[in-house]
């Protein structure tokens, strides 16, 4: 059986202080937990985060990074620079990257084998617009997305990646995907993965759904068929609210 993955992402938000203190009221609430538990903090948390986290089931990921490992790219982040103080994961195509700063299908499939090169775990974010959806081509939007972003990788590093299914029409506005359209859009994007690499890969690669995922919501969307924990937002800037998230089957 797939493990449930649950990550926060805390996108701009949080100082070192504010940080550190909501990763120990976290720890404690979540210590009993069997799901596998990420916060991908602001470059400017990752050193305080990463201390914080020592001793307790907390993973620590950051949101974005550079594909080259070294050169003239004013104010980016590489891999090696995150693998050297010990980050396990790393947000990669997050819709927000792709709408403000340019993300292609491109540099997030760049970015993708840049991670796994320094044995980083990336979260590839995935989603179709509200026109895109509205017009009958999300399956169609998400699906090649996937594809592209997985180009050129082996069937071994498939399986090291988790996908997050975030309709972008869901991110941060209260609206939610119901808990069967979010799972059919994850199978949809399963199936793609076992065009793409065959039934052992499908089956066993992680597939979150984020998009407004609140403690309301996460025991529905977490115990269909198909979607294996979630990617979630603002709720992950509560720590009382983010381990509700995770405990959702306590």
Not at 209 to 231: P, Q, R, W
Request: aromatic share 8%.
């Amino acid at each position: 059986m797939r493990r449930k993955v649950i990550a926060g992402n805390w996108k701009m938000n949080m100082l070192p202080n504010e940080a550190m203190a909501c990763i120990e009221q976290l720890a404690s609430l979540v210590k009993d937990t069997e799901n596998e538990v990420i916060l991908c903090v602001p470059y400017t948390d990752l050193f305080y985060s990463l201390l914080t986290a020592q001793g307790t089931n907390i993973k620590i990921g950051a949101q974005n990074m550079h594909f080259e490992e070294k050169g003239a790219f004013t104010g980016e982040v590489s891999g090696p620079m995150l693998k050297c103080i010990g980050v396990e994961y790393v947000i990669i195509g997050h819709s927000e990257r792709r709408q403000y700063f340019a993300e292609t299908d491109e540099t997030v499939n760049k970015k993708i084998k840049a991670a796994l090169a320094n044995e980083l775990k990336p979260i590839v974010c995935v989603g179709e617009t509200l026109e895109q959806r509205e017009s009958g081509k999300a399956e169609e939007v998400f699906t090649t997305q996937t594809r592209k972003a997985f180009e050129g990788l082996s069937a071994e590093d498939a399986k090291k990646v988790i996908i997050a299914y975030e309709p972008i029409w869901a991110i941060g506005t209260g609206k939610t995907a119901t808990s069967e359209d979010a799972n059919n859009s994850v199978k949809a994007i399963r199936n793609e993965i076992r065009n793409l690499y065959g039934d052992e890969v499908a089956d066993e690669i992680i597939i979150q759904y984020g998009g407004s995922v609140k403690s309301s919501n996460a025991k529905e969307l977490f115990t269909t068929s198909d979607i294996d924990g979630g990617l979630v937002g603002g709720a992950s800037l509560k720590a009382d609210e983010f381990a509700k998230i995770v405990n959702y089957m306590l």
